[in-house]
């Protein structure tokens, strides 16, 4: 299709949305869906208007989607409020790692038995579906800075950790295809890949976040503080975290999630806005509340990234409905999805979870809402461009076209209700 027509297109989606946006959220429907449904009518499946063959585009894909990961992670940290020591986090903590392995584990078992993938490529397909979507996820997460929902904010901290927790199991899935240095008795991958990446792009984007807040909250107490600043400051501190985080080879979706965190963390500590910039905010520091805690900046700054991230939402849905074919729905790369999200997230949020505080409707709302997509996307191009084999990667893109789509379609049908039966148990 030509350059007119694409604008065409995703003008009249958006206006089409935004006009109906308040009907839409009364129907058990998301948005997601509405994008998809779009591509895939337009894609080979139906009309054949236009094919978007990530083989092919792997590189640009990876930067589509990796840009869109980062913004969503971004905004994901902006939103939560709890200090790290607060035991709202000690769910998210083991959704992101215990729960997480277990994915990948069991994810890898279905490859091996079920799609006769050698191991390292089993290993790696559970990399690439273990971390749940921060991108595609906003309906079941916190809604901003206070919102203390234990579920809510176990899905966005969960979200917004495992993208980058994910990271060395797609690592190690490479290394076992001979297509990354592990190390002997993968020496490399546990102390480079593992601990010091982690550790690194935590660090890196927690001190970014902390010293952004610190130093504008100086400049508003020197009275040069603008609005034009929160405009672009979130975009500025999403890059230099990144970009600096993987110089020194840590992992740079944690370090835009810490950085994110820490911006609205020092900011309500220091209660930028208020009347003494200095005091610190009692209340803030008791419950992590977001609500008068002077966060205006943080609330200005995930206003403006929401809505990059929603315009990035919709490209990202229209193309992949039209990476989608008819003939790529193989009885068993279905067959692999369904276990996946009705069987492996589950048990693996359950097995995560043990002994932990929460009812038990929590927890398996929490193992329902297991959504994947953006994100699985990007480490499967990022797979891709480290050579993974052709054979190899036809197979696995097939596996994860299929799994995001019926995620998207599953948990976007069922958002709508099963989040006000919990607000009405609540």
């Given at each position: 299709m030509s350059n007119a027509t694409w604008f065409l297109i995703i003008g009249a989606v958006l206006l089409f949305m935004?006009?109906?946006?308040?009907?839409?959220?009364?129907?058990?429907?998301?948005?997601?869906?509405?994008?998809?449904?779009?591509?895939?009518?337009l894609g080979p499946s139906f009309a054949s208007q236009f094919h978007f063959n990530p083989l092919e585009h792997s590189a640009l894909l990876e930067v589509i989607t990796e840009l869109a990961v980062i913004i969503s992670l971004f905004a994901a940290?902006?939103?939560?409020?709890?200090?790290?020591?607060?035991?709202?986090?000690?769910?998210p903590f083991r959704l992101a790692t215990v729960s997480m392995v277990?994915?990948?584990?069991?994810?890898?078992?279905?490859?091996?038995?079920?799609?006769?993938?050698?191991?390292?490529?089993?290993?790696?397909?559970?990399?690439?579906?273990?971390?749940?979507?921060p991108v595609l996820?906003?309906?079941?997460?916190?809604?901003?800075?206070?919102?203390?929902?234990?579920?809510?904010?176990?899905?966005?901290?969960?979200?917004?950790?495992?993208?980058?927790?994910?990271?060395?199991?797609?690592?190690?899935?490479?290394?076992?295809?001979?297509?990354?240095?592990?190390?002997?008795?993968?020496?490399?991958?546990?102390?480079?890949?593992?601990?010091?990446?982690?550790f690194c792009g935590l660090g890196v984007g927690g001190a970014?976040?902390?010293?952004?807040a610190w130093v504008t909250r100086r400049l508003a107490a020197r009275g040069i503080y603008s609005e034009f600043t929160e405009d672009f400051l979130?975009?500025?501190?999403?890059?230099?975290?990144?970009?600096?985080?993987?110089?020194?080879?840590?992992?740079g979706f944690l370090a835009v999630f810490a950085a994110g965190f820490m911006l609205h963390r020092t900011e309500m500590r220091y209660g930028m806005f208020s009347e003494n910039p200095g005091e610190l905010v009692r209340e803030s520091r008791l419950n992590g509340s977001g609500s008068g805690d002077g966060s205006h900046m943080s609330k200005v700054t995930l206003g403006f990234i929401e809505q990059l991230e929603r315009l990035g939402e919709v490209a990202l849905l229209i193309l992949l409905g039209g990476m989608l074919?008819?003939?790529?729905?193989?009885?068993?790369?279905?067959?692999?999805?369904?276990v996946l999200i009705f069987v492996i997230r589950p048990v693996s949020v359950f097995l995560g979870l043990i002994g932990s505080e929460g009812r038990f409707a929590t927890k398996a709302t929490v193992g329902w809402f297991g959504v994947r997509g953006i994100g699985s996307l990007y480490y499967l191009m990022?797979?891709?461009?480290?050579?993974?084999e052709t054979s190899l990667a036809v197979k696995l893109v097939s596996v994860v076209l299929i799994a995001v789509t019926l995620s998207i379609v599953l948990h976007g049908i069922t958002v709508t209700p099963l989040m006000k039966l919990y607000s009405k148990r609540k």
């Open positions: 935004a006009l109906t946006a308040a009907r839409i959220k009364r129907l058990p429907l998301s948005t997601a869906i509405v994008y998809l449904c779009v591509g895939a009518v940290g902006l939103k939560l409020a709890a200090p790290v020591g607060a035991r709202i986090w000690w769910m277990t994915t990948v584990g069991l994810t890898a078992l279905v490859g091996v038995t079920l799609l006769d993938l050698p191991l390292g490529a089993a290993v790696l397909l559970g990399a690439i579906l273990a971390p749940t979507d996820a906003t309906d079941v997460q916190v809604r901003g800075p206070g919102d203390d929902d234990r579920l809510r904010f176990a899905l966005t901290g969960e979200a917004g950790l495992n993208d980058g927790t994910a990271f060395p199991m797609v690592m190690l899935g490479l290394g076992l295809l001979g297509l990354h240095d592990v190390g002997e008795h993968f020496t490399r991958w546990w102390l480079i890949d593992v601990l010091w990446a982690c970014l976040g902390a010293g952004t979130g975009l500025g501190l999403i890059a230099l975290s990144y970009g600096l985080s993987l110089i020194l080879l840590g992992y074919f008819a003939d790529s729905w193989q009885a068993a790369y279905i067959a692999a999805a369904v990022y797979a891709i461009q480290h050579g993974l």
